[in-house]
């Protein structure tokens, strides 16, 4: 990169937000999915919307790439660097700017952390929903870049349902506003479109969430069964008489063993699958509801049944579901986190078959998932210093991800597309459409500079994808691939 560049960075940030040594880069040289890692040119961390604004201009200027960080808790490869470019860290925009207690509205910077939002409404009574698993990390910036979900998601719904607006800069360094306080908005709904848009479209540097009251009770019911099947037949039992839960999540044996040795939630570790359903609201609601739901899962087969009886034991059940992730690396050196919907109907023949292939791979598997809403986490656990286990791994990942797609479902569900799913985008759009989402990329980004080769297949890579799956298409016939 030219001097001249680092010049002009230097006069926007300071020097002492700009890291060029290759060891302080290597942090950032790949996100939660180590697997995918790559150095960028620099890092520039810059302070406010302006700064950012005047650093796209100038990387437009010089056609420069650039990826947008938060956390870099994501786990898509969605901020895996561009050799050649600079990532854009918002880690310092990490204000609160403002709270409407009467609206129920919080103005806040990319850099916030999810938790640190519910953690600073508390006071008013208030708090923000959307709670991922990583919630005590991740950033809101980065919430919305992957229209993250969480537990609570099946109730309260995803990032994109609890946002209002949001400031964001071009890739050419201009400022716009997208939403509003109103209820409606005229001309096309670009704060949807910029949720979940992988940080290809636009840098968000304000976003307006949406906060809702702390529910006057909330209790959770952890159950445990005998088998996968009738957890997740128990899950359609609930919601098809009229409850919705504020989180329904499922762990299998894998799971509940590695999160119980983990955080001694109490769960009980025979099970060889367990439910997790919180109730929230009023009292007399939610004690009604849980009487429903306790008859519903003994009906459904449930080999144990334990309710919350303080804000305090709620958590400490909640912390085991949380912690799964982390605590499965305890039984496997690497471990591959899978991210796939399908409709809750399919979830039994799903996992079902998830296990068929997990004995074809010869590599276990721990789920832990969002049963409400069908978002699956499959777990695939395997060892990357074992020869050609990386890509075995990759390939029953793959296969997952088409399974989801057959089941009506769809290949991310929180996680993103990133580089991790590309070629899996294949196995839910046609051509048309994926040429129509390179049209909107490039009415945004003509030139392609933000987070370039993330979340559609470019034309080339198209290509490329085609030659590979007509040699692969002959290979197993047994004639001989194209040279």
């Known amino acids: 990169m030219e001097a001249a560049i680092f010049d002009a960075l230097e006069r926007i940030v300071g020097s002492e937000h700009i890291i060029v040594d290759k060891e302080t880069l290597h942090p950032y040289e790949c996100d939660g999915l180590s697997v995918y890692c790559s150095l960028p040119t620099c890092v520039v961390l810059p302070a406010s919307t302006e700064e950012v604004m005047a650093i796209m201009a100038l990387c437009s200027q ?13 786990l898509s490869a969605g901020a895996l660097p561009i050799e050649g470019g ?38 008013y009574g208030l708090y923000y929903a959307p709670d991922p698993s990583s919630q005590i990390a991740c950033s809101i910036g980065g919430n919305v870049a992957e229209n993250a979900g969480g537990v609570h998601c099946l109730k309260y719904g995803l990032t994109v349902h609890n946002i209002i607006s949001l400031v964001v800069v071009t890739a050419q360094g201009a400022r716009l506003s997208v939403g509003d306080k109103s209820a409606d908005i005229a001309g096309f709904d670009f704060l949807a479109l910029m949720t979940g848009s992988e940080g290809m479209l636009g840098v968000v540097t304000e976003i307006t969430v949406r906060l809702l009251p702390i529910p006057e009770l909330a209790r959770v019911i952890v159950a445990g069964f005998d088998n996968v099947e009738n957890a997740a037949y128990a899950v359609n039992d609930i919601i098809s008489q009229g409850i919705i839960p ?11 063993q590695a999160a119980e040795d983990f955080a001694h939630a109490g769960y009980p570790k025979d099970a060889h699958a367990l439910l997790l359903c919180e109730l929230d609201g009023n009292a007399d609601d939610v004690n009604h509801q849980l009487a429903v739901t306790q008859s519903i899962l003994d009906k459904a087969g449930a080999t144990s049944l334990k ?16 912690s799964a992730f982390p605590a499965v690396g305890r039984l496997s050196p690497d471990y591959y986190c899978m991210d796939g919907t399908i409709p809750r109907r399919q979830l039994a023949p799903v996992l079902t ?28 656990l395997f060892d990357a210093n074992v020869p050609g286990e990386l890509e075995k791994t990759e390939a029953f990942g793959a296969q997952i991800l088409r399974i989801c797609v057959e089941a009506g479902g769809c290949i991310t569900g929180e996680h993103g597309v990133g580089m991790e799913k590309i070629d899996q985008m294949y196995e839910q759009f046609n051509d048309a459409e994926l040429a129509q989402f390179l049209r909107v990329k490039a009415a945004f980004d003509t030139d392609s500079l933000l987070n370039p080769g993330k979340g559609i297949p470019t034309p080339k890579h198209c290509q490329e994808h085609t030659i590979m799956k007509r040699s692969q298409s002959k290979q197993e016939k047994g004639g001989a691939p194209n040279g």
């Open 86 to 123: 600079i990532v854009l860290s918002l880690a310092r925009l990490n204000s609160i700017l403002n709270i409407d207690i009467k609206s129920g509205l919080a103005v806040v910077q990319p850099g916030v952390r999810n938790l640190a939002i519910s953690e600073f409404a508390s006071d």
């Open 307 to 322: 309710v919350s009886n303080s804000d305090a034991e709620r958590a400490l059940m909640w912390k085991g579901r949380k």
């Open 353 to 380: 078959e998830i296990h068929r292939l997990s004995q074809h791979y010869d590599l276990r598997v721990a789920n832990v998932f969002h049963a409400g809403d069908g978002n699956l986490h499959p777990l695939i």
């Open 246 to 256: 504020a989180g329904l999540e499922m762990m299998d044996s894998y799971a509940i």
């Open 62 to 74: 010089y056609q420069i790439t650039v990826v947008a960080r938060g956390a870099g808790t994501g």
